[in-house]
């Protein structure tokens, strides 16, 4: 209906224009919008009309990464520090602190031999397909410094799987030091901790809530789900311990993360959505849907333009989707 387009503003005074915001809409929609609005005014009304540009992606600065040339960090880079909380500092003093953290001598001990051995696999598996980094071999070097310096700095978690391409997608686009306190700002301000916990909480809560958007938004997804047995946190798995950056080509990461620091976890649900959305048909074997959602993972790196297509669609149609914030009050134990 046409009054669904209109948003009335009520704190204008009685001599002010009567101001309405028009969504952004096809020219001939809007002057039948217009002409159902100046009906609902007197003669003596002052009325203007001001239209919402509608804004389905993230604002993305071409960066043409690494770094953008003679920069230590590109202007996307910029933009995310500015969303964090503590607008985190990329300062000589952080500097200094990663540097601290990276030469200490816990890492080398017996009891963390483990933990260092995985960091060394996981980097050189990092991005093995993608063609984007230039002195690859320094990069993977850069990527086993920060996750050490990182295995220093929390000595509870350390290093889990998935952390790799978090940090390598920073990498991309920023230098050590302001990778890492970037990824400590996810650990700490968005909860990340929580997914590298004993037991995976974090897991458990986002799955919840997924679930809970699916029974009260999608049903007919849900249903299907349930009839043939789809296990929601099967499905999430591998995009919740990479934020979906083991997924998505690395030069679309960044539409991902703008939404992530602006939004936070409600900006995941969506994408979540949008990535079942993506599903097409209805499915008779759980199989057939994780072989399905496996078809965006580009591990040859064969069907490079297949797939950025595909998540180029994804993370675009994500932005659109709504969510109810009061999913956010669902807690793990409820």
Same mark, same amino acid.
């Given at each position: 209906m046409i009054e669904n387009n209109i948003l009335r503003d009520s704190n204008k005074s009685q001599q002010s224009p009567k101001v309405f915001m028009i969504k952004e809409e096809p020219a001939s929609t809007l002057s039948k919008i217009w002409e159902s609005i100046t009906e609902l005014f007197k003669e003596d009304d002052i009325v203007e009309a001001k239209v919402i540009e509608s804004k389905n992606s993230a604002d993305i600065k071409i960066c043409k990464c690494p770094k953008t040339k003679n920069k230590n960090y590109c202007d996307n880079i910029y933009e995310i520090l500015q969303m964090t909380k503590r607008k985190y500092n990329i300062n000589k003093r952080s500097k200094e602190l990663y540097q601290t953290l990276l030469e200490k001598n816990e890492f080398t001990l017996d009891n963390n031999k483990k933990n260092i051995s995985q960091i060394k696999k996981d980097t050189s598996r990092t991005y093995s397909s993608s %063609?984007?980094?230039? &002195? !690859?071999?320094?990069?993977?070097? $850069?990527?086993?410094?920060?996750l050490?310096?990182?295995? /220093?700095?929390? /000595?509870?978690? $350390?290093?889990?799987?998935?952390?790799? +391409?978090?940090?390598?997608?920073?990498?991309?686009?920023?230098?050590?030091?302001?990778?890492?306190?970037?990824?400590?700002?996810?650990?700490?301000?968005?909860?990340?901790?929580?997914?590298?916990? &004993?037991?995976?909480?974090?897991?458990?809560?986002?799955?919840?809530?997924?679930?809970?958007?699916?029974i009260n938004e999608y049903p007919s997804y849900w249903k299907n789900f349930e009839q043939i047995g789809v296990k929601i946190d099967i499905i999430m798995i591998e995009w919740l311990l990479s934020l979906f950056s083991s997924l998505i080509p690395l030069d679309l990461q960044m539409d991902f993360y703008k939404g992530f620091f602006? &939004?936070?976890? #409600? +900006?995941?649900?969506?994408?979540?959505?949008?990535?079942?959305?993506?599903?097409?048909?209805? +499915?008779?074997?759980?199989?057939? #849907?994780?072989?399905?959602? !496996? $078809?965006? !993972?580009?591990?040859?790196?064969?069907?490079?333009?297949?797939? !950025?297509?595909?998540?180029?669609?994804?993370?675009?149609?994500?932005?659109?989707? $709504? #969510?109810? %914030?009061?999913?956010?009050?669902?807690?793990? /134990?409820?």
């Open positions: %063609t984007n980094f230039i &002195q !690859k071999d320094k990069v993977l070097e $850069k990527l086993e410094k920060v050490k310096a990182f295995s /220093n700095y929390d /000595n509870k978690i $350390k290093y889990c799987q998935g952390m790799n +391409f978090i940090v390598a997608f920073f990498l991309y686009h920023c230098e050590e030091h302001i990778a890492f306190w970037l990824f400590i700002c996810l650990i700490e301000e968005y909860d990340l901790r929580s997914l590298f916990y &004993q037991d995976f909480p974090g897991l458990h809560l986002h799955v919840k809530r997924v679930e809970k958007i699916l602006s &939004q936070g976890w #409600i +900006f995941f649900y969506k994408m979540c959505i949008s990535c079942i959305l993506n599903l097409e048909g209805e +499915f008779k074997l759980p199989d057939e #849907i994780y072989i399905a959602l !496996k $078809k965006g !993972k580009n591990e040859d790196g064969s069907k490079e333009e297949e797939i !950025k297509s595909m998540w180029s669609n994804i993370i675009k149609n994500a932005y659109s989707i $709504k #969510i109810k %914030t009061d999913v956010m009050s669902i807690k793990d /134990n409820d």
